[in-house]
């Protein structure tokens, strides 16, 4: 049966050609809209839901976040601690609460981004966190601030299955397994990351003793990792590396210097500790590029800065304090030109920076947010016998936890579980 055409006046009615193209044209005129219009509508939706200043990006997750904002007090209602004194993984002497010092007052960190403080970086979803997470292990590796990392990281997660153990395998210093999702995570102590070994000068009793006073050379090699990591790039799905304290004429004087090796000879001519360095840093990261599997995630955090104010640590340098550092600050304290006790953070970032240029590492800048909490390190508190504190000074270098490294756990988390999710079933 024909359809009957709708009837239309005449005199309205278009000339058959012009009819004929604008039904020629409508079928394109209706994509060409659509095209504009379903991606607007997908931009504007969340938008005109959103408060004003709220950012698409989550807050604390653009590189920015980090290098520009605020410590302001946690806005109200303040959310319940993750953990406290009782958390398993603790360290003794970064658990500030069983050790007698007062909780920090709550703080969170604004990024300039999101908002003027009005809007901070949120805690971890731990729960979210360890279901990304499942049959996945994340490894950090480096020198105790990385500890302090992974303290927080493993106390955090732990609020978010009770049932975690200690598991510490494969070189592992620290670390928890957390059976619900099977996640791993763990650090493995290797402040130099490269290789190093003690060897003492041959005391030969016929010959005259040493005029240089020297006892024995820490022999590094700067192409060889170090023995506790050399075999778990292809274990970890995430790698988080630092290095930094250790680079120090105090750890290493002259009487026992580091020694840099390349292919198993002394290196020549000697490099000085801040050439050093860059070699070892430069090697590490071309071994990790090429060892690990293309789709792990590598990370490199840059070293937070000691706090020590009227002297060095072994001269009664002292932290005890509650006070925040203002941004007009900072520079004086912390600003190698200036030449202040506390220089060591920026001078060793500068050049782990500059040796990471072209690698596979994503830099994640953690010392300017940390710059400001002189009021976050154990200080005095040590959890230590009486008289700890006179004999090795107040600790104005490791963070209470909790403390800070749970804000750079707060920053990286969100990495971590986005890089999973991009990864699904990707091994
Ligand atoms: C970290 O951020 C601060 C503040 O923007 C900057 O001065 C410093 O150079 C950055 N350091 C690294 C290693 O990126
Ligand atoms: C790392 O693995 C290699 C090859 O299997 C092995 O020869 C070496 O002993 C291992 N090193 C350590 C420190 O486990
Ligand atoms: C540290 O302070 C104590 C007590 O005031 C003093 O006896 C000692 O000499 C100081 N030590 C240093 C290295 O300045």
Known sequence: MRRKRPAAPLSTAPSPPAMRLLLRLRLPLLLLLLFLAVPLLI???PLSRRP?????VPCGAEPSDVTAGRWVPTPRPVPAPLYGASCPFHRGSYNCLRNGRPALSPLSWAPARCGGGAVVVPRIDAAGFLAAARGRRVGLVGDSLNENLAVALL???HSADPAARRWKRRGAW??????THDVTVAFHRAVLLAKHTWEPVEENSEEEPRQDGRKGIY??????????WINTTKFYDVLIFN???WWGTYKFPKETPLIFYRGGKPMEPPLSIPEGLKAVVRSMAAYIDREAPSNTLKLWRTQSPRHFHGGEWDHNGSCATGRLLREDELDSWFDPRLGGVNRDARTVNLAVEEALAGSGFRVVNLTYMSEFRADAHPAAWLGKEEGAVALHGQDCMHWCVPGVPDTWVDILAPQIISHFLNHRGND
């Open 43 to 45: 931009l504007l939706s």
């Open 243 to 245: 290095t930094g304290h």
């Open 219 to 228: 022999r590094v090699d700067v192409d060889i990792p170090a023995d506790e």
């Open 52 to 56: 004003p200043h709220q950012p698409v």
């Open 155 to 157: 106390c955090a997660l």
């Open 174 to 179: 620290r670390g928890g397994y957390f059976p």
